[in-house]
């Protein structure tokens, strides 16, 4: 990997680790994503403020990157429709069930030493290395 290559994840790192921190020093909360949508789809209405604006921080960064870096969202999806729909279903079946998601276990609770978080976030990258492996090998969406 060229040092060019490594200065994105790097910047993007620092930035999830930054504002997970100003959100658990400002607010006492963590941010995790499946939590915070879960909570601003029937939290109390003094609840909700933050959570609306940390979401639409997400698509507002998001658009403003795409419009300033374009080749930066130029993916290519190869997959069948389907076959991402059910995907992300299962990714939010799972992380309900896990009591929360990457975002929440693997950079907040991680970073805070919950023996808890590291057992679901080894959880989550077995069963992905997993559900890859065999999707791969059965060649579905090829």
Known sequence: MSETNLVSPIVGGAMIGTA??????LTGRI??????VAGLLNA???????????????????????ALWPAGFAIEITRPLWLVLVAGLLVGF??????GCTSGHGVCGLSRLSPRS????????TTGIIAATLTRLAGVGA
């Open 20 to 25: 997970a921190t100003l959100l658990l020093l």
């Open 31 to 36: 941010a995790g994503i499946s939590g915070i």
């Open 118 to 125: 590291l057992a679901v976030t080894l959880t989550f990258i």
């Open 94 to 99: 799972g992380s309900r069930l896990g009591n």
């Open 44 to 66: 109390r209405e003094p609840d909700r403020a933050w959570r609306v604006a940390f979401v639409a921080g997400l698509f507002g960064m998001g658009a403003v990157l795409a």
